[in-house]
């Protein structure tokens, strides 16, 4: 189990260096501040520390720490993968079609009632706060153009 976390923490931090590597590639600052390699390199130079640390922590963790972990997860947390992958999917599968506003806001009602969450009226206020203020921040405030699907909202 020492071995899969020393893998992956070594693998964040080549990871992290390509990354930083790729950064350097575009402008860190423009006439009209932070420019597009900007947020790579700080990103990137963040996950490189964090990846060093957790290569250092865990080869110093003693092996008894590890021989009782399982590094598969649980069903009840494979589900949860599987809840929000599916919601994911079905957004990139019908936003085009549906519209932001309506993809997002059945996305941000279905998944966390599948997670567990148990009011439906907090979820449903949520939701609408959460799909049609976004889409009124991006789409007017910011101009972003955004889909607006077959019903026009």
Same mark, same amino acid.
């Given at each position: 189990?020492? *071995? ?11 990871? &992290? ?31 490189? %520390? ?10 110093? &963790? ?14 009840? &947390? ?11 999917? &079905? ?37 609408? %706060? ?12 910011? *101009? ?5 699907? %077959?019903?026009?909202?």
């Amino acid at each position: 189990m020492k *071995k899969a976390w020393l893998f992956s923490s070594i693998a964040f931090v080549v990871l &992290a260096v390509f990354s930083l590597y790729m950064s350097f590639q575009y402008p860190y600052k423009d006439r009209l501040g932070p420019g597009p390699g900007f947020f790579p390199f700080w990103l990137s130079l963040i996950t490189g %520390i964090l990846s060093v640390l957790l290569v250092i922590q865990t080869a110093r &963790a003693k092996d008894e720490r590890f021989s009782s972990e399982s590094i598969r997860p649980k069903v009840e &947390a494979l589900l949860r993968i599987v809840y929000i992958l599916a919601g994911l999917l &079905a957004v990139l599968l019908f936003l085009n079609l549906l519209g932001f506003r309506i993809i997002l806001f059945l996305f941000l009602m279905v998944v966390p009632i599948a997670l567990g969450a148990r009011s439906w009226w907090i979820v449903t206020v949520l939701a609408a %706060i959460g799909s049609f203020g976004v889409f009124h921040i991006f789409y007017y405030g910011l *101009k972003l153009p955004l889909p607006m699907g %077959i019903f026009g909202i």
